[in-house]
């Protein structure tokens, strides 16, 4: 990994802020496209993946208003009432009368000229490819697809990853285009193990943090959450299988947006990017010029890979407390699950150094705030931050 510091005043790379995980009326999610994006645009945010249920948003879709009255938690009155008002009847399209009055869903197309800003805001197109086995879902978010990837199945979980990702891989390849897969919340039904993780080499991206409350992020007595995941997978991939580290990204999965349990806001990424462009911010996540956030923002992350030493400056809020707990799993001790993903040390204060011993397997870093997440996905979350593994070259 590059050096990644960045100065506010410094031309050249820039931090993006992106979620690469929504939901829209275009599957399960509770409001129309432009709602949606007018809340990420104002809050603050770059880029946004629209990724519905395996579909793209493209083609005529007409839903009944009177869905409306039947489903008022997903599409209500007040749900068409607040679009007319905020985009107007010119803008709105509606057919039809009484029962059977419908409201068309625009395309992505539509709606990318008025939000998309060089350099400001971008739409990057997406898709939630959902597949299972058997009950454990597979569910991989294809970011930056132009065509709709159906569900591929497979004769076991493995083979259903990675039958998914094979198919991202082959759209990538046959159009020319960057497309970026990651596996989400892999704590879901309990569906997906750090084991399945590791073995499928072809995962390169994982959620270690999904905003969804259902996604049983923090695990339970007889499985690991999320981050303990990670350090599991990572460790096998390199100890045992000779594989790279897998990335770590933080999303919403959002699906609801007026109130409800499943709301936007409560975990991103922030990119290091040359420009606001798909291809660029595909490249700069590849080269792991990134992190995950549920709200710690950092000034800058870097890793000086000869002189083994890890680097983050974090962007204080007034009043906010920050422990960063440096994690990693040394070399001969990747068969003590006590020792894998060990906290190798407890940094308080804004600047963290780390310099690595040279027997790590990887290191990487959460950054903890004080404060309490402001959306909280379960009961007593803090504001966080999520650097990507590093290590000192073999
Ligand atoms: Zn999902
Ligand atoms: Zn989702």
């Known amino acids: 990994m590059a050096a990644i510091f960045a100065s506010a005043a410094s031309a050249g790379p820039r931090w993006f802020k992106g979620n690469t995980h929504t939901h829209s009326l275009w599957s399960d999610g509770n409001d129309f496209p432009e709602m949606i994006a007018r809340y990420y645009k104002d809050n603050g945010y770059h880029f946004l993946v629209l990724s519905d249920h395996n579909v793209l948003s493209r083609g005529q879709r007409w839903m009944k208003v009177t869905v409306v009255e039947r489903r008022r938690k997903t599409l209500g009155h007040t749900t068409l009432k607040k679009y007319l008002r905020a985009f107007g009847e010119g803008w709105v399209e509606l057919r039809g009368e009484g029962d059977g009055r419908e409201v068309r869903l625009k395309t992505l197309e539509e709606i990318r000229p008025k939000f998309e800003e060089p350099g400001e805001f971008l739409f990057v197109e997406g898709e939630e490819i ?32 990675r039958n998914n990702l094979v198919a991202v891989r082959e759209q990538a390849e046959r159009l020319g285009r960057p497309i970026l897969a990651h596996l989400n919340h892999p704590n879901f039904r309990w569906s997906i193990t750090a084991e399945d993780i590791a073995h499928v080499l072809e995962e390169e991206f994982f959620e270690v943090y999904n905003g969804h409350p259902g996604i049983n992020h923090l695990g339970d007595a007889a499985h690991p959450g999320d981050e303990r995941i990670w350090d599991i997978a990572n460790t096998i991939r390199l100890a045992e299988l000779g ?140 504001k966080q931050a999520w650097t990507q593994p590093v290590r000192e070259p073999d």
């Open 130 to 161: 959902t597949d299972r086995f058997g009950k454990q879902e597979v569910h991989t978010n294809a970011v930056n697809v132009a065509e709709r990837i159906a569900p591929q199945g497979g004769d076991s979980l493995r083979a259903t990853m």
């Open 243 to 382: 594989g790279e580290p897998l990335f770590g990204i933080a999303s919403d999965d959002s699906h609801h947006y007026h109130g409800g349990d499943v709301m936007p806001g409560r975990g991103w990424v922030m990119v290091r990017a040359a420009s606001l462009s798909a291809e660029n911010l595909i490249a700069a996540m590849r080269a792991g010029e990134f992190y995950a956030s549920s709200g710690v923002v950092l000034k800058g992350v870097a890793f000086d890979s000869a002189g083994g030493e890890l680097e983050i400056e974090i962007d204080p809020v007034a009043g906010e407390r920050y422990t960063t707990r440096i994690i990693g799993t040394r070399r001969g001790n990747e068969g003590d699950p006590k020792k894998v993903g060990e906290t190798l040390a407890t940094i308080t204060g804004t600047e963290v150094r780390y310099r690595l011993r040279g027997d790590e397997w990887y290191v990487r870093a959460t950054v903890t705030s004080d404060a309490p997440h402001p959306r909280p996905s379960f009961v007593g979350q803090r």
